[in-house]
T-cell receptor
Framework: AQSVTQLGSHVSVSEGALVLLRCNYS??????LFWYVQYPNQGLQLLLK??????LVKGINGFEAEFKKSETSFHLTKPSAHMSDAAEYFC???????????FGKGTMLLVSP | SQTIHQWPATLVQPVGSPLSLECTVE??????LYWYRQAAGRGLQLLFY??????ISSEVPQNLSASRPQDRQFILSSKKLLLSDSGFYLC????????????FGEGSRLTVL
């Protein structure tokens, strides 16, 4: 069975600082991995996806994530946080052969001036 | 381009009353359709998904049901709501096949009193 663990329900950074949101997955086969962002009272928006091509994936709004098979990780980073990045971020995994995604519990990113 | 519509956006219902949330997708054919529920601190829980008309897979036993009367229409229902049904309900769609990312609607906030 596939699962996702996001370390830290809340992460606080200052504007301009590095953003690092952690995601570890469990999958019996090479997975597909995704990061989504959710602003208050809205649906989820896809940030980036890993689908077995390049291990370093670039997404929207300056975010990127690196797939590390040996660490079963897919951490999300951004070099410099902006106030508009404050939102909740979800990591998700899908095994080959599955049509559904399993989501982590989310990490709330707080950005202070 | 593809769009997804979900309504109503907000709903306040008494315990024991019925529920109907509707979701429609435009601009694509034969999508996979999903209902997720988001409760505070619990991430996203997959409730139902459908790969075709009349084909519904239930992920969690509960007093909710789903139907897909048309290719691009997905309905979430309940005959009698419970307090525990309160939450943020999200409809999503994806292209058929594995490893496809989901596109989410704007969500429906249900409060059961």
């Amino acid at each position: 069975a596939q699962s996702v663990t996001q370390l830290g329900s809340h992460v606080s950074v200052s504007e301009g600082a590095l953003v690092l949101l952690r995601c570890n997955y469990s999958s019996s086969v090479p997975p597909y991995l995704f990061w989504y962002v959710q602003y208050p009272n809205q649906g989820l928006q896809l940030l980036l996806k890993y689908t077995s091509a390049a291990t370093l994936v670039k997404g929207i709004n300056g975010f990127e994530a690196e797939f590390k098979k040996s660490e079963t990780s897919f951490h999300l980073t951004k070099p410099s946080a902006h106030m508009s990045d404050a939102a909740e971020y979800f990591c998700a995994v899908s095994d080959q052969g599955y049509s559904t995604l399993t989501f982590g519990k989310g990490t709330m990113l707080l950005v202070s001036p | 381009s593809q769009t997804i519509h979900q309504w109503p956006a907000t709903l306040v219902q008494p315990v024991g009353s019925p529920l109907s949330l509707e979701c429609t997708v435009e601009g694509t054919s034969n999508p996979n359709l999903y209902w997720y529920r988001q409760a505070a601190g619990r991430g996203l829980q997959l409730l139902f998904y459908s790969v075709g008309i009349g084909q519904i897979s239930s992920e969690v036993p509960q007093n909710l049901s789903a139907s897909r009367p048309q290719d691009r229409q997905f309905i979430l229902s309940s005959k009698k709501l419970l307090l525990s049904d309160s939450g943020f309900y999200l409809c999503a769609w994806s292209s058929p096949g594995e490893g496809k990312w989901l596109f989410f609607g704007e969500g429906s906030r249900l409060t059961v009193l």
